[in-house]
């Protein structure tokens, strides 16, 4: 689709928009490679903008994921449903 004179009025901005956060993929070709890309810069801002028009129970979700020495590494914004159930049984575990 064409984007228009107005990127953030396109039907990919928009889509966006809907998503509940981003995941920014961090390549082996360079530092932070995603931050030269001016269509990824795009999108991180548009998820940015998000941030005075979302509800305190609508948290901005921004992961990073990468590979490091040939193992996926990730960055997650709070626990996942994994680490959660991980934490919930060591509390069983333990008493608590």
Same mark, same amino acid.
């Given at each position: 689709e064409d984007l228009? +004179? /107005?990127p953030l009025q396109s039907s990919f901005a928009k889509a966006m928009r809907m998503a509940q956060g981003v995941l920014l993929?961090? /390549?082996?070709?360079?530092p $932070?490679?995603?931050?030269?890309r001016v269509w990824c810069c795009f999108e991180e801002a548009v998820n940015v903008? %998000? *941030?005075? +028009? %979302?509800?305190?129970s @609508?948290? *901005?979700l921004f /992961? @990073? $994921? $990468?590979v490091a020495k040939g193992k996926p590494? *990730? *960055?997650t914004e709070g626990l996942t449903a994994e680490e959660i159930r991980m934490e919930? !049984? %060591? !509390?069983d575990a333990r008493g608590i």
């Open positions: 228009g +004179t /107005d993929v961090l /390549d082996e070709q360079g $932070a490679t995603p931050f030269t903008l %998000r *941030l005075g +028009t %979302r509800q305190v @609508m948290p *901005l /992961d @990073m $994921a $990468a590494q *990730l *960055l919930e !049984k %060591r !509390k």
